[in-house]
């Protein structure tokens, strides 16, 4: 619970600076991030459980992926007004989330992760994905992550 507080305290802190520096867009962006970790909080309350850095991190994650995918939208659409909050938004998110991990990087985790599950199939595949999710939270894109394990799985 610790880590959970540490996060909070830390986009609280930096909500109160955006506050006093009059950075509207950023205070907005950090109320965003606030709100939605103190509902993962309830949601996980409610369950009985303790929200986790790796959740934190994934619904960080989550996050910047969805407005990534607005982004895209707004540009084709030729709303740059809206293009450049969304943009603003994805910068202040991805200040909490770690380095993303180049192909590289993944190719080699996922082989790692293959070896230390034993996977000898595709339907081991579930298996090293959710090891890859507990040991490299908010790392990488899972999606691609999960193309780079079917492939090798596959060969």
Do not use: H
């Amino acid at each position: 619970m610790a880590e959970a507080v540490s996060l909070r305290d830390s986009v609280s802190a930096q909500m109160k600076e955006a506050m006093k520096a009059g950075d509207k867009i950023r205070v907005g962006a950090l109320r965003l991030i606030m709100s939605a970790l103190k509902d993962r909080e309830i949601e996980a309350r409610g369950a009985g459980k303790i929200v986790s850095r790796a959740d934190e991190l994934a619904l960080l994650t989550k996050m910047a992926k969805t407005r990534q995918e607005s982004l895209t939208i707004y540009k084709d659409n030729g709303r740059e007004d809206l293009a450049a909050q969304e943009s603003a938004e994805i910068a202040v998110i991805n200040e909490f989330l770690p380095a993303q991990m180049d192909e590289a990087a993944v190719t080699e985790a996922a082989r790692a992760a293959i070896a230390e599950t034993g996977a000898a199939g595709m339907r081991d595949m579930g298996k090293v994905v959710a090891l890859l999710k507990e040991k490299y939270p908010g790392q990488m894109d899972f999606a691609r992550a999960s193309g780079i394990v079917k492939g090798l799985l596959a060969s």
